[in-house]
């Protein structure tokens, strides 16, 4: 997992996401998020719209190759990232529980491994 300098935590693991949940870290907002597991076994937080987007990469995917894909770029600069300190206290402020259940749980629905 790589890591980033974040302005609020210093050096910190990296989480993506897609921009419409930066812009609502950025914002303070409420935007619904969700996890998916890329190919490389690491969390994607994504908004509905993302989302939806990406069940559709996934499926095409597995048809195709029978993989998950490795990232999820739909090639309109959605993806991007940032601090998963600063991901995970905004998952908890805006009452959507814990980041990291958020990810055990796609994980387990994916049965793919991890903590």
């Known amino acids: 997992m790589g ?3 974040c302005k609020v935590h210093g050096i910190s693991h990296i ?3 897609c ?6 870290i950025d914002g303070g907002t409420i935007e619904r998020a969700f996890v998916v597991i890329d190919g ?9 719209q993302c989302f939806a987007k990406a069940l559709d990469v996934v499926k095409r995917s ?14 309109d600069g959605t ?7 600063c991901l995970a206290e905004w998952v908890g402020a ?3 529980g814990e980041l990291s259940e958020a990810v055990r749980g796609a994980r387990a629905r994916d049965g793919r491994p991890g903590p």
């Open 3 to 5: 890591m980033v300098k």
């Open 15 to 17: 989480t993506q996401y």
């Open 19 to 24: 921009s419409h949940i930066g812009s609502a």
């Open 40 to 48: 490389w076994n690491n969390p994607n937080v994504l908004c509905s």
């Open 62 to 75: 597995r048809e195709s190759s029978g993989q998950v894909p490795f990232d999820f770029d739909f090639g």
């Open 79 to 85: 993806s991007e990232g940032g601090c998963t300190r």
């Open 94 to 96: 805006t009452g959507q």
